[in-house]
Structure formats: C-alpha cells, structure tokens
C-alpha cells in the first residue's frame, strides 16, 4: 500500500473511553495516514463494521462481550477476513491470549502500552502485510511454533473458565488485590469474589498462592 494511501481502520473495543483515546491518538498522531472508519463495542458490532466499512485493519480487542476477537474473526465470510488485516491491541499479555488470537487469523498482537506512533507504526506495517507484535509476546509465539509451550494443555486448562473469570484469575495471580481487581474490571468486589471462587473450584486448588503458581508454570503471567 503506497505511503500516501490512508489506512482505513474500525476500532473494536468495550470500553467506550479507550475506543476514544485511541480515536484521537490515530486522528492526531496518524492525521493523513489513518482513516477512523467505525467503531465497535462487541463482537455483533464489529461484525456489521466490518461487512459494512470493509476496512484495510481492524483495531481488536481480545475480551469482547459475545465471544472474543477471535469470535469476530471465526464468524466474517472468509473473502472479507481475507481482505481485512487484524491487529490484536490488548490489554492481556497472557501467552495463551497471543497464541489464540494469532491461530485465529491475526496478523499482530500488541498491548495497551503502545504509544500513539508505534501504534500508527504497527496499523500500516500489517496493513502492508507484515506480522507485527510487541517485543516479548513475539518469543510466545517461536516458542509455540518450537514446541515449548503445549499450547493444547493451556487450552485444556482455560476452557474450564469463563472469559471473565481468565480476567479475574490472571489479575489476582498477579498480585492485585480484590479491590484492585473491582476497580480494573468496573465490577463489585463481591463479584470478584464469587469468580475467584469458582476459579479456584474449577482448577482444583486451595488458595492464591496455588494460583499464582499455576499460572507462573503457564507463563499467563
């Protein structure tokens, strides 16, 4: 794609507020060279986005309300995710969120820590056809590929748990608190609760420091 074509772009996230920062930084940052089609807040709108506006890249978060940005890739016709390049922009930096958004069709991964011009960067190298990812989600994927991750394990593990109980999990396995996890995921502190403890019944352990452990020994961390 010639450097003068702008890049048209749909941005699909649920959070309307990062939908907009992101908005401004690619109208600002990227004026003449990015082209904000639409927007998107779950996996139904990014659908219709993208049959309607037929974008060069569509902006995809992994945690979406209605199946995840994989869903959104897995349900386009296959002529029109063929024409379309997806760039994961995500907040997980979990190896199992980049090896399956990338064995779901897309062609980069980047997280939320991006600055505004490598993310300008990242939109017009994948729309021109390259793999692009942030620098330590790439060695997830050669490890993948070499065999050092058992993916299918990974997914055996996770599947048992709902996408938003993944969130709760891979938060307190971390370190943050019940409050902090309240505050990041906009849901009580007593919703963090009942997830973590159907998190924990479901992966058979007995305590935080058990979870921790188990995703450090995933590399979810």
Same mark, same amino acid.
């Given at each position: 794609?010639?450097?003068?074509?702008?890049?048209?772009?749909?941005?699909?996230?649920?959070?309307?507020?990062?939908?907009?920062?992101?908005?401004?930084?690619?109208?600002?940052?990227?004026?003449?060279?990015?082209?904000?089609?639409?927007?998107?807040?779950?996996?139904?709108?990014?659908?219709?986005?993208?049959?309607?506006?037929?974008?060069?890249?569509?902006?995809?978060?992994?945690?979406?309300?209605?199946?995840?940005?994989?869903?959104?890739?897995?349900?386009?016709?296959?002529?029109?995710?063929?024409?379309?390049?997806?760039?994961?922009?995500?907040?997980?930096?979990?190896? +199992?969120?980049?090896?399956?958004?990338? &064995?779901?069709? =897309? %062609? !980069? #991964?980047?997280? /939320?820590?991006?600055?505004?011009?490598?993310?300008?960067?990242?939109?017009?190298?994948?729309?021109?056809?390259?793999?692009?990812?942030?620098?330590?989600?790439?060695?997830?994927?050669?490890?993948?590929?070499?065999?050092?991750?058992?993916?299918?394990?990974?997914?055996?593990?996770?599947?048992?748990?709902? +996408?938003?109980?993944?969130?709760?999990? &891979?938060?307190? =396995? %971390? !370190? #943050?608190?019940? /409050?902090?996890?309240?505050?990041?995921?906009?849901?009580?502190?007593?919703?963090?609760?009942?997830?973590?403890?159907?998190?924990?019944?479901?992966?058979?352990?007995?305590?935080?420091?058990?979870?921790?452990?188990?995703?450090?020994?995933?590399?979810?961390?």
């Amino acid at each position: 794609m010639p450097d003068q074509t702008p890049v048209r772009v749909v941005i699909v996230d649920d959070h309307a507020m990062f939908r907009s920062g992101v908005r401004a930084e690619l109208v600002g940052v990227g004026a003449g060279h990015i082209e904000v089609l639409a927007e998107a807040a779950d996996v139904d709108e990014a659908i219709a986005a993208v049959l309607e506006h037929r974008p060069d890249v569509v902006l995809l978060d992994v945690h979406l309300p209605g199946g995840g940005g994989v869903e959104v890739m897995r349900r386009l016709p296959a002529e029109r995710r063929l024409e379309t390049s997806f760039l994961a922009l995500s907040v997980s930096d979990a190896a +199992e969120d980049v090896i399956g958004t990338i &064995r779901g069709g =897309a %062609r !980069g #991964y980047v997280t /939320k820590t991006i600055t505004g011009p490598e993310l300008v960067s990242a939109i017009r190298r994948v729309a021109d056809g390259d793999a692009v990812f942030s620098p330590r989600l790439a060695g997830f994927v050669l490890d993948a590929f070499a065999g050092s991750i058992d993916v299918a394990a990974v997914d055996e593990d996770l599947d048992r748990l709902t +996408e938003r109980e993944r969130e709760v999990m &891979r938060l307190i =396995a %971390r !370190g #943050y608190s019940y /409050k902090e996890v309240a505050k990041e995921l906009f849901i009580s502190i007593k919703t963090v609760e009942t997830h973590m403890s159907s998190v924990l019944r479901k992966l058979q352990l007995s305590s935080r420091h058990e979870l921790t452990r188990w995703a450090s020994d995933r590399r979810l961390l």
